[in-house]
């Protein structure tokens, strides 16, 4: 009976210390898995955050895309109806051009020069109101973006590639082009032959 009554508290104890250690080995993992979850919300909040960020900047560069297009309809709403009034203004233009100089200084058509000249000055004042200007092409240098070659021409002393005439004016509206120039282009000299190619020898003594 004494050797029954001594081991049974040996048992309590080994038994209370097995239980003391799973509660810390539980609760140690308890633990672990709040340090696992943490960094996950940390995650989720930042892309969350990288989400809300994007979804502003679509909405901001949608806004800017629409500013622009309706600045663009603003500028550019009359272009179709600009294009149909060049054609006024080039018979304006030609009008001018038929009347000879020394018939334009006569009584009969002097008014008459003088009213069709002030009806394209006028014209042409209203168009630049509307951003409508006429292209400097005679002189220039060819510009495939604002002419439209029609003819080369051998032209001493112009430059090769440079505008020599002007048979139809170009307009620009805003910075877009409205109408070409049709132009007449200086053609580039063509190319001396080496001296003496083409001279013939003469092999008799």
Do not use: C, W
């Not at 943490?38 to 994007?54: C, F, G, H, V």
Request: aromatic share 2%.
């Amino acid at each position: 009976m004494t050797s029954n009554d001594d081991t049974a508290p040996a048992s309590n104890d080994n038994t209370d210390e097995d239980a003391a250690d799973r509660a810390d080995e539980t609760l140690g993992a308890g633990e672990a898995g709040d340090d696992e979850a943490a960094p996950t919300s940390e995650q989720q909040i930042a892309e969350l955050k990288d989400q809300l960020l994007r979804a502003l900047a679509e909405v901001e560069n949608t806004r800017r895309r629409a500013q622009r297009e309706i600045e663009d309809a603003r500028k550019y709403a009359v272009a179709n109806f600009a294009r149909d009034v060049l054609s006024v203004a080039d018979n304006l233009r030609r009008a001018l051009d038929a009347v000879p100089e020394d018939a334009a200084a006569s009584e009969d058509l002097k008014a008459l020069t003088e009213g069709v000249g002030l009806t394209e000055r006028e014209l042409l004042s209203m168009m630049e109101r509307h951003n409508i200007r006429k292209v400097d092409s005679m002189g220039q240098k060819f510009d495939p973006n604002l002419h439209q070659a029609m003819f080369e021409a051998d032209t001493p002393g112009a430059d090769p590639g440079t505008v020599i005439e002007v048979a139809q004016p170009g307009y620009v509206i805003g910075e877009r082009l409205l109408r070409p120039a049709m132009v007449g282009v200086a053609k580039k000299p063509p190319k001396a032959a080496p001296a003496g190619a083409g001279d013939e020898v003469d092999t008799q003594a």
